[in-house]
């Protein structure tokens, strides 16, 4: 066997051995991009307005809206039950008038 076909036959190892590597790589990414997903849901769930509660999902144009859109086309701001803290709610519900003053604040 000379130099040339076993460079070739080498070659032929290394892709077989990267096939694999190739579909675990696209599976991790997969699996990082779901928990990407999943983690900005779960941080958009815990905005302190609950109107303030949408994302969209840039790939797919998935929306994000687990309270809908009427408070927020009606322009009432409500403290998010999952993220209880009335001082903080406050205090950001209170800049959002300052910008938009015919917001209204709901307790």
């Not at 849901?41 to 815990?46: A, P």
């Not at 307005?49 to 969209?56: L, Q």
């Given at each position: 066997?000379?130099?040339?076909?076993?460079?070739?036959?080498?070659r032929?190892?290394i892709?077989?051995?990267e096939q694999p590597?190739?579909?675990l790589?696209?599976?991790v990414?997969a699996?990082l991009l779901?928990?990407?997903d999943a983690?900005a849901?779960?941080?958009?769930?815990?905005y302190l307005?609950?109107?303030?509660?949408?994302?969209?999902e840039?790939e797919?144009?998935?929306?994000?809206?687990?309270?809908?859109f009427?408070d927020?086309v009606?322009?009432?701001?409500?403290?998010?039950?999952r993220?209880?803290k009335?001082a903080?709610?406050?205090?950001?519900?209170?800049s959002?008038r300052?910008?938009?003053?015919?917001l209204?604040?709901m307790?």
């Open positions: 066997m000379n130099e040339l076909e076993l460079t070739g036959r080498a032929s190892h892709i077989d051995l590597r190739c579909a790589h696209f599976a990414v699996s779901a928990m990407r983690a849901r779960e941080g958009i769930d815990l307005i609950s109107c303030t509660r949408v994302g969209i840039v797919t144009g998935a929306l994000h809206a687990p309270d809908g009427d927020l009606a322009g009432k701001l409500r403290m998010n039950p993220y209880a009335p903080k709610y406050r205090d950001k519900a209170e959002y300052r910008r938009w003053p015919w209204e604040i307790d």
